[in-house]
């Protein structure tokens, strides 16, 4: 590997950092705009190329520009757009490449749920979208989609939503659908409990064992599934509370993402917050949890037992990541938030805050840089690459 490369996204223009894993220090070097805001991105299993989706809507808003793009990565880090991007239907609330790399999923949930799925060309660029069958299943508020390590089946993790109002609530499931060239059919469903109290946002599976790990964002859980051959068992093995204060929960207190460790030995996950208060005329933090729960994983069972939680200093952080060799953990917090000091507020900017991880597993807050985000700007999306 020759290097290793932190890019940021804030609304339409991604900022490259060069990362010095040794010294646990980014330097920021390049700048790219994209169609539109970033919703997610990730990168081809060769590291040559990074799949960005866009849209200009938002969560629970109707879109009418949105597009996947393809951006070469150079051997220094930087980006370029590589052929012309691909529009998409509807926004995409999160995407991945399958680990072939010759496919590129995007999942979407409003106003309709659904996956589009894309060829990718030998050279990397996008090719055309593969038409699905109409009826499938995908469920009532995707938020994730994966692919299984051995290329099928395909699983959307389906968060649900609370009751609200008049609104009963709407159950969360696991929903396996076999992927075979590119093509969905139908699979399986995992909800347990029906999947009532059960708001999984999104899972990562283990690096050698047929485990994946679940956050759940409605219930602030940790939850951990084995599986066989792509079948997921009906009931999580083990079932963990992130928060350090389970009992004390605010408003607005939500489970994030998720991420196994490269070796397989721990699990970390976000607790993220941002709830406000009036204070004066400004909204400024009303309390929560913004931390990453570290778990070590038992190597013969897969149990996560937690061992830390580690303060990011930012609000809600939406996605963080590991450096390839497993040696750093850096979190992007979305927006800036005022917050109360003694009689006085201060603004707390959006960031990204580096970590050290130790041969324990447990995480050593290094520093944290500012990022600028202006009125409704967002700092929506984070991932590290190796480069080749």
Known sequence: MAGTALYSAVDDVITHYEVDVDAATLTKKHTITVPAKVQYAWPHPSGRHLYVSTSNGGPRVTSDYNHVSSLAIAPDGSLSLHGEPKPLKRRAVHMCVDPSGRFILNGHNFPASGITVHRISPDGAIGDEIAQTADLDYGIYPHQVMVFPAGSPALIVDRGNNAQGERPEQPGALRTLDFVDGRLSASAVVAPDGGYGFGPRHIDFHPSKPWLYAS??????????????????????????????????????????VHVHPSGQWVYVANRADYTVEVDGRKVFGGGENNIAVFRIDPE????????????????????????????????????????NGATTALVPAALSVFRILPTGHLEFVLKYDVETTGAQLQYWMGIVGLQ
């Open 301 to 340: 069972s897969g149990q996560p037992t937690l061992v830390q939680h580690a303060d990011t200093q930012s609000f809600h952080v939406r996605t963080f990541a590991c450096d390839p060799g497993g040696r750093l953990l850096v979190t992007a917090s979305i927006k800036a938030l005022a917050v109360r």
């Open 216 to 257: 759940d964002e409605r219930t602030n859980r940790l939850y951990m599934f084995r599986f066989n051959d792509g079948a997921i068992e009906p009931r999580p093995a083990y079932t963990c509370d992130m928060l350090a204060a389970p009992q004390q929960m605010n408003p607005r207190q939500l489970g994030g993402p």
